[in-house]
């Protein structure tokens, strides 16, 4: 059992996970990524995003996607896990911890100011499994979102310049 940084070749496995992560989710048909655009996101010219993966008994089953953010508050850079993933069957081995000990050492190791994440509030057993870390709920903030029509509208573009 072990955590380490993606690499290229996980890229397909990668893309699995992203799937069950969002039938996990109760969101099976949002997945829009393909394997190009998440090679592009993490290996391309100008990545966008990095990966953790965990790995047991020689078999990639689970991740960690992040990125980072920055606070004007604190003047430093910052961690965004944006999806923590473990296949079911791998649940209990330590590998989500192991996952989230990982960002945090990458936190510790850069200067970063914080390590920060959503989970969706019908997810208790996640919501147990943070708390027990130290991990604190931010619950006076609202999460607002723009996307589709709406994002171009407010862009003031013309849909022809939307990329995908």
């Known amino acids: 059992m072990s955590v380490r940084r993606a690499v290229p ?3 397909p496995v990668l893309l699995e996970l992203v799937h069950e992560l969002a039938v996990y989710e ?9 394997v190009p655009m998440l090679h592009t996101a993490l290996f391309g010219d100008s990545p966008n995003a990095h990966c953790h993966v965990a790995v047991l008994d020689g078999q990639v089953v689970g991740f960690a996607l992040w990125y980072v953010t920055f606070s004007t508050w604190k003047g430093l850079p910052g961690l965004w896990l944006e999806d923590l993933f473990v296949r079911p069957a791998a649940r209990g081995t330590g590998l989500g911890k ?8 990458v936190c ?10 959503w989970v969706l509030d019908w997810n208790a057993p996640a919501i147990g499994f943070y708390r027990s870390l130290g991990a604190v709920p931010q619950d006076e903030w609202t999460t607002f979102r723009v996307d589709g029509d709406a994002l171009l509208q407010l ?9 995908g």
């Open 26 to 34: 109760r969101e099976p048909g949002a997945v829009e990524a393909t």
């Open 98 to 105: 192991a996952l989230l000990q990982a960002l945090a050492g």
């Open 108 to 117: 510790v190791d850069r200067g970063y100011a914080r390590f920060e994440w």
């Open 9 to 11: 070749a996980d890229v």
């Open 155 to 163: 862009s003031g573009r013309p849909s022809s310049s939307r990329r």
